[in-house]
């Protein structure tokens, strides 16, 4: 598990002053980008290097608590499964012990002609096999 810090910035939240609900998936995006550079799979590097994309093919969020404005979130980030050409990333959104929301991501790997492709072997062993 890699965990993130984020702060909310005013930009992040509603008129209510919550969290705008769809800042969560940026949240995990965060999440997901400093897992794969904690595993030395930069998102831009495996981009040049293996000329593959890893569009997100489904998106699920589950809202517990609202997170407001100055909120210091943890995001929780695990690769829960792997498949010969996608991957499966789970978040929890924390503040302090308190999940506020949790969720995940699915991956396609595919070539920059939008063609499905193996996820590259080196991003496997990166990802731990």
């Known amino acids: 598990m890699v965990k993130t810090t984020i702060r909310v910035i005013y930009g992040d939240t509603d008129q209510m002053g919550v969290v705008y609900y769809a800042n969560y998936l940026r949240f995990f995006e965060s999440g997901r980008n400093e897992f794969l550079r904690d595993k030395g799979a930069q998102y831009r590097d495996v981009e040049a290097s293996h000329r593959v994309h890893l569009p997100v093919v489904e998106a699920q969020v589950t809202y517990k608590r609202p997170a ?22 789970e978040y929890r959104v924390l503040r302090q012990d308190e999940v506020l929301a949790t969720g995940h991501t699915i991956h396609a790997c595919v070539d920059f002609n939008g063609k499905v492709q193996a996820l590259p072997p080196a991003l496997v062993e990166a990802l731990g096999g």
């Open 68 to 89: 407001r404005y100055d909120d210091l979130l943890i995001i929780e980030t695990i690769l829960a499964k792997r498949g010969r050409a996608s991957a499966r990333f």
